[in-house]
């Protein structure tokens, strides 16, 4: 079937990415997708977490594409990502509540993209803290609205979820007691978005980095390229045992598993400051861009020409 040409109002995707618009995941296309069961792995003792889809958001999967999880402690649970939609986040509260009955203590939302932040209300009932970023609240003001209505046309209103703004905001290095599991956090500036927060179980040496590491899956560029690279450079510095990146397998070795994504964002920078120096315009450089990385990642055609916009952008006045 042919597809009707967009309206000459109507904004594509295309020109969305290009204007700087995150589409990060958010519907492209209603692709089937098997949802299952949601299925936990313990991955460190009492740190149990359920991979994400390697998809785009879809009516099929209900945006389960982020890893999520939750750490036991003696007093509580903390929830280290809430899930994509309010049904993701009501089969991870379901999970939890067949692991163990202590209360939600803390909702964490790493930042602002929707894949991490729409299954909060789900855990509403439970009355927890909600943590985010200090930036967090701007950027779901800004933000907010617009993905849940892509969501709810997707989804469905009571599907798709609510806008939970954070009731604790994270400033510095702050430190979560369960009792007799310390959870460190620590806020980033921008790199991977303007809001990213990551996590560290002290007790087992697991480093939740959240959406600041991917693996297999190509990441998304919504903060600062140079950024995102002085981050990574920081956080190798982490003596982990192994770490939970926010989309590919539920655990990683670490440092290793960063080598992949310094690549890719490397190749960024390398390839958007020759595009720049030999005068090339930013329509003609998205296709060339990081363009060798083709066949290292998932959903590359999705995700890197607006990677390549972005740091087309950044670097261009540096």
Same mark, same amino acid.
């Given at each position: 079937?042919?597809?009707?040409?967009?309206?000459?109002? *109507?904004?594509?995707?295309?020109?969305?990415?290009?204007?700087?618009?995150c589409l990060c995941?958010?519907? *492209?296309?209603?692709?089937?997708?098997?949802?299952?069961?949601?299925?936990?792995?313990?991955?460190?003792?009492?740190?149990?977490?359920?991979?994400?889809?390697?998809? !785009?958001?879809?009516?099929?999967?209900?945006?389960?594409?982020?890893?999520?999880?939750?750490?036991?402690?003696?007093? @509580?649970?903390?929830?280290?990502?809430? @899930?994509?939609?309010?049904?993701? +986040?009501?089969?991870?509260?379901?999970?939890?509540?067949?692991?163990?009955?202590?209360?939600?203590?803390?909702?964490?939302?790493?930042?602002?993209?929707?894949?991490?932040?729409?299954?909060?209300?789900?855990?509403?009932?439970?009355?927890?803290?909600?943590?985010?970023?200090?930036?967090?609240?701007?950027?779901?003001?800004?933000r907010g609205p617009?993905?849940?209505? *892509?969501?709810?046309?997707?989804?469905?209103?009571?599907?798709?979820?609510?806008?939970?703004?954070?009731?604790?905001?994270?400033?510095?290095?702050? !430190?979560?007691?369960?009792?007799?599991?310390?959870?460190?956090? %620590?806020?980033? !500036?921008?790199?991977? %978005?303007?809001?990213?927060?990551?996590?560290?179980?002290?007790?087992?040496?697991?480093?939740?980095?959240?959406?600041?590491?991917?693996?297999?899956?190509?990441?998304?560029?919504?903060?600062?390229?140079?950024?995102?690279?002085?981050?990574?450079?920081?956080?190798?510095?982490?003596?982990?045992?192994?770490?939970?990146?926010?989309?590919?397998? %539920?655990?990683?070795?670490?440092?290793?598993?960063t080598v992949a994504?310094?690549?890719?964002?490397?190749?960024?920078?390398?390839?958007?400051?020759?595009?720049?120096?030999? +005068?090339?315009?930013?329509?003609?450089?998205?296709?060339?861009?990081?363009?060798?990385?083709?066949? *290292?990642?998932?959903?590359?055609?999705?995700?890197?020409?607006?990677?390549?916009?972005?740091?087309?952008?950044?670097?261009?006045?540096?």
């Amino acid at each position: 079937m042919r597809s009707s040409a967009p309206q000459p109002n *109507q904004p594509t995707r295309r020109n969305l990415l290009l204007s700087g618009f995150c589409l990060c995941c958010l519907p *492209q296309t209603l692709r089937a997708s098997p949802s299952g069961p949601l299925a936990m792995a313990e991955v460190a003792s009492g740190l149990h977490i359920r991979r994400g889809l390697d998809e !785009e958001a879809s009516s099929a999967n209900d945006n389960a594409l982020a890893n999520i999880g939750f750490i036991i402690g003696r007093e @509580g649970v903390l929830v280290t990502e809430p @899930g994509g939609s309010r049904m993701d +986040g009501e089969r991870l509260r379901a999970a939890i509540a067949q692991v163990t009955p202590l209360p939600v203590k803390y909702v964490v939302m790493s930042h602002v993209h929707p894949d991490h932040v729409f299954g909060a209300g789900a855990f509403l009932p439970d009355h927890p803290v909600f943590v985010g970023h200090w930036r967090l609240t701007e950027m779901l003001r800004q933000r907010g609205p617009y993905y849940r209505t *892509q969501l709810s046309a997707l989804l469905g209103a009571e599907t798709a979820g609510s806008i939970v703004e954070p009731t604790m905001e994270i400033h510095s290095k702050t !430190e979560l007691d369960l009792g007799d599991r310390r959870i460190e956090l %620590t806020p980033h !500036e921008p790199a991977h %978005t303007l809001c990213d927060l990551s996590l560290y179980d002290q007790n087992t040496g697991t480093l939740l980095p959240a959406d600041l590491l991917f693996v297999d899956r190509i990441p998304s560029l919504d903060g600062s390229l140079r950024g995102w690279l002085k981050t990574l450079d920081e956080l190798n510095h982490i003596k982990a045992a192994r770490a939970v990146p926010g989309h590919g397998p %539920t655990a990683v070795d670490w440092p290793s598993a960063t080598v992949a994504l310094s690549r890719y964002l490397k190749t960024l920078a390398q390839d958007a400051r020759a595009a720049i120096a030999h +005068g090339v315009s930013l329509e003609v450089a998205v296709e060339k861009i990081a363009a060798s990385e083709a066949r *290292q990642w998932k959903l590359f055609e999705d995700y890197n020409a607006r990677n390549a916009a972005e740091a087309y952008r950044e670097l261009e006045w540096e």
